[in-house]
C-alpha cells in the first residue's frame, strides 16, 4: 500500500508538472507593483508631452528622420490645418522624450530612399 502510494504521488506530480509547463508555454504572466499602478494613473495631458530638462538633447537637423537618436518615434510639430487636413508642416520638430530638434521627413523624401 505504501508503495501504491507514492506511485500515485509521482504521477500526481508529474501530470501537475506537465499542467503547468503547458500552462506557461500558452500564457504570459506579468507581475505588478504598486508603484507601477500608479504611474499609469498619473499620465500626463497631452500638453505636457515634453522632457522635464533638456540636458540630453542634440540638434539632429538636417538629415530627415521619423526615429530620434533615443529611439522615441513621437515628435512635437508645428503644422497648418486645411479643410480639417494637415496642409502645411514646419520641418523642424522636437522629440517628445528628450527635446532633441530633428528635420521632419517628406514624401520626397521618402521618393529618394527608393531609387
Known sequence: ???????AALLFGLISVGLI????DKH????????FEEEEDDMEDITNLRPDNYDN???LRG??????ACGCNIFNV??????????TYFLD???ANCGSLATA???????????
Open 1 to 7: 500500500m505504501k508503495w501504491l502510494n507514492r506511485l
Open 21 to 24: 509547463r503547458d500552462f506557461f
Open 28 to 35: 504570459t504572466v506579468i507581475v505588478l507593483d504598486k508603484e
Open 57 to 59: 538633447s542634440m540638434d
Open 63 to 68: 538629415t530627415p528622420t521619423h526615429v530620434c
Open 78 to 87: 508645428k503644422v497648418i490645418f486645411d479643410d480639417y487636413e494637415i496642409g
Open 93 to 95: 520638430m522636437e522629440c
Open 105 to 115: 521627413p517628406t514624401p520626397m523624401d521618402r521618393e529618394g530612399l527608393d531609387n
